[in-house]
């Protein structure tokens, strides 16, 4: 297997895991795999641009799932910051997810301040 389909295989089970309704209801749209250093390893994630409630109102986020060692999930979201669109803001941030709970864990996006 090459490197490339390897690299796909990660973020494809993430895709199928969140399932396509979860994706519906956030608005998901630009899904691309990633690839991010976390301390010193490399890890295969899926990204994508979610419309999240924050506070009264809608706000489009970046949502990454990251694949960990302990075969848990990383879910991180973040925004530009106000008035510096270069700086990125976490909105919310969950290690030790587990498969079954990531639908859980992102359709409750919506009820983080």
Known sequence: MSD???????????RQQITVPVFMS???RELRADRV?????EYDTLTF????LSGH????MRVRVILDPSDTYT??????KRGDKSVEVVHFERDYVYADELA???LSLDQVM
């Open 49 to 52: 641009l979610a419309t999240i």
């Open 104 to 106: 859980r864990v992102l």
């Open 75 to 80: 879910v991180k979201v973040t925004h530009p």
């Open 26 to 28: 956030l608005g998901a």
């Open 57 to 60: 109102q809608k706000r489009v």
């Open 4 to 14: 490339i389909q390897e690299g796909m295989m990660v973020p494809e089970t993430i």
């Open 37 to 41: 250093h976390v301390k010193a390893p």
